[in-house]
């Protein structure tokens, strides 16, 4: 690929990838604060992650906020019926299955952990329905440790900037780990993800002001005329 000597190359590694995530993580950070979710609780930030699948943060706002209104705890949540948790978490979508994925992951959380979110990845991933992005979102917003979960937003961007070139959330994790220097990974996640909602959106990207418009991989190939 051509075009200016700041565009950053797809897959490139080593000082070039250095570079680039330096730019992205200083750029980010000029633009938008971290954000603090359910008071770092581990139980409530587990919850309201799996809540957060597949919908909006407005929707995922509203779920949470009505769920633990009425149900404040762990002991609470274990001992509810779906049937009770579905008009307060309906907001998020799909929660015929989530009333039951949440009652579930605090019924086990109290059997086989005493009531206490661990805070490793391997038991996290022995939880119902939670899988990395889950886990790694409760191991950074709840217990500040370095980890990298890649939703939709962090997959896009990270390709679309030419970081990685990968076709799945599993191998982006995968190579960003092994690219982005360890003292960014509690920040990756929250910072593009207010990026991709807010200019390097799914569909019509904001290139006009993009403060990354000059290192994207993406923006120098349509500045070129490639697909």
Same mark, same amino acid.
């Given at each position: ?5 700041? #565009? !950053?190359?797809?897959? =490139?590694?080593?000082?070039? =990838? @250095?570079?680039?995530?330096? *730019?992205?993580?200083? #750029?980010?950070?000029? %633009?938008? *604060? ?12 587990? @919850?309201?992650?799996? %809540? #957060? *699948?597949? $919908?909006?943060?407005?929707? $995922? ?24 948790? +579905?008009?307060? /978490?309906?907001?998020?979508? !799909? ?6 994925? /949440? @009652? ?8 086989? !952990? ?19 992005? $889950?886990?790694?979102?409760? %191991? ?25 070139? $990968?076709?799945?959330?599993? +191998? ?10 360890? +003292?960014?990974? /509690?920040?990756?996640?929250? &910072?593009?993800?207010? !990026? ?15 403060? &990354? ?6 923006? *120098?190939? /349509? ?5």
């Amino acid at each position: 690929m051509g075009g200016s000597e700041s #565009s !950053f190359k797809h897959g =490139a590694t080593g000082e070039l =990838a @250095i570079n680039t995530i330096d *730019q992205v993580m200083h #750029s980010l950070r000029e %633009l938008y *604060q971290l954000r603090v979710f359910e008071n770092q609780d581990p139980y409530r930030v587990l @919850i309201r992650t799996i %809540l #957060s *699948q597949r $919908t909006r943060d407005e929707n $995922t706002d509203r779920a949470a906020a009505q769920l633990f209104a009425e149900y404040p705890t762990l002991d609470d949540v274990a001992s509810a019926s779906p049937e009770e948790l +579905e008009p307060l /978490i309906r907001p998020a979508g !799909f929660y015929h299955v989530k009333s039951r994925r /949440i @009652i579930a992951v605090s019924q086990m959380l109290q059997e086989e !952990f005493g009531g206490v979110v661990p805070d490793k990845m391997k038991e996290l991933l022995l939880l119902p329905g939670v899988g990395r992005k $889950t886990a790694n979102c409760v %191991l950074v917003y709840a217990f500040q440790k370095p980890a990298i979960p890649v939703d939709v937003h962090v997959h896009r961007i990270s390709n679309r900037l030419g970081l990685v070139e $990968t076709r799945t959330p599993e +191998e982006t994790e995968l190579e960003l780990e092994r690219l982005v220097p360890r +003292e960014y990974w /509690i920040e990756l996640n929250d &910072l593009l993800v207010q !990026f991709g909602q807010t200019i390097c959106r799914p569909v019509n990207p904001r290139h006009e002001i993009c403060p &990354l418009a000059d290192i994207c991989a993406c923006y *120098q190939d /349509i500045l070129e005329g490639n697909p």
